[in-house]
């Protein structure tokens, strides 16, 4: 995409186009944001699925005109049987197979959850017309995208051996190529089955019968009480005051309050040019004091230390901004989080927004396909530690870590924003540079997508621990980075999936919508 998309309908947008358009017809039917969301997020686990799936978490934040924020938190605790004396003889809990498959499947039930929120905003479309698409499009197939052949590629020796996986997402035992036929006929079933049973079958049903039996069979320490006693649950979103506006993110067990921080911070830092070397450097340093905070704070909710609305007060802000120093770069020796993820907006014609975003931790998860009902099941459990002092201990019913973060922001002039980015570590930062670009300096929605990024630390595969850049930086930018101090790796491309997939969504008061999505992807934003 170059330019920004403006509607007044409605507006989805996805990292894969046939979920933003999904969303975009349900708007167009009558349905309304969340009803839009529960369609793209349903044909996006099929369409994207080396990157999510109805066997992982989810996370949202809605928005009603007039109302404050609803946040739901649809991440799946550790199974009742996950001890360290399960993974006994074992230094870190293993990161592909069945005993990585070790945390319950939240998504689903927070798709019914965000149904139940906008249960009073008029007749409902039917399930079985949300969850159309998906069905059809894994019944039928899907064009096997540019980054799923890629990281197919990539990962395959390693998820061959996890059950199911080279069934469910080989040809013929090959790396499928970018615009083959891909279908998917017992996911299908089994979203068929929610569109009659309705989604609580999925914990609670034949469904949940059928997942706990695979799991167990397979060496999972899940069983069929983690199903039913699981349930999203509505919680109170952090909130950052900014001149302009305020914005939301996730609570515990998410990196919420890192991404809300780093502009709490920048704000401070007072810089005036957008895309100077000021910019980025005064982010890149705000980014490093949130993640020394997080790491030292972020956990199961039930286990926090302190009240992490806490780390956005005034005071708090005013004093990590005053460690930044704006002509030399803190040293960064941190160990970032990988992760990888799908973020997803839309907007309705009332002004109804959802920021949402879905994931099974990293590409393809734990690699387990359920045999029965083709469910691939995430491996977010692999964040928690073997060892019981840690901070992010395993234990029964403790929630994982999460890099997912959702963000919403409201501005004091009316307008509304959802935007949010795949990329593990590089979620918070990439929500700083979209956000600082349209709302601080001025720039339209799409180019604060497209514009070129940074990213601190590692995702996707990377290991290094440097300032990566893409090549649209190199140059003056990346020497005036390294003058001040920054470890400095430019990447050879000048879109770069290292950087994740951004979306963005502005509602306007006078009812504009305007919609962007990252050229880095393989989706769009579609309006109606």
Known sequence: MIHTRRSYGGMCTAPHHLAAEAGRDVLREGGNAVEAMVAAAATIAVAYPHMNAIGGDGFWLIHEPGKPPVAIDACGPAAGQATPAFYAGHDAIPERGPRAALTMAGTVDGWREALEVASSWGEPLPLARLLGDAIHYAREGVAVSRSQQALTARHAPALSSSPGFAEAFLQDG????????LRQPRLAATLERLARAGLDDFYRGELADSMAADLAALGSPLCRQDFSDYRARRVTPLELALKDATLYNLPAPTQGVASL?????????????????????????ATKRAFLLRDRHVTDPEHLDIDLQSLLEESALAQEAGE?????????PHEPVPGDTIWMGAVDDQGRGVSFIQSIFWEFGSGVVLPETGVLWQNRGISFSLDERHLRALGPGRKP??????????????R???????GGEGQPQTQAAVYSRYALFGEPLQQAVSAPR????RTWGESSTSLKLESRLAGPMADALRSVGHDVEVLDE???DTMGHAGAIVHHPDGLIEGAHDPRSDGGAAGC
């Open 324 to 332: 930044i120093r704006m002509d030399r770069a803190l040293p960064w």
């Open 494 to 496: 000048a879109y770069s």
């Open 416 to 422: 509304t924003m959802v935007y949010g980015t795949m």
């Open 174 to 181: 090959e790396v499928p190529r970018e615009g083959e036929r």
């Open 454 to 457: 940074w990213l601190l630390g």
């Open 261 to 285: 921080m780093i502009l709490g911070l920048f704000e401070r830092l007072g810089v005036t040019e957008g895309e100077s070397a000021a910019h980025l450097h005064g982010l890149i340093e």
């Open 401 to 414: 870590f999460h890099t997912l973060n959702p963000a919403l922001a409201r501005f004091r002039d009316g």
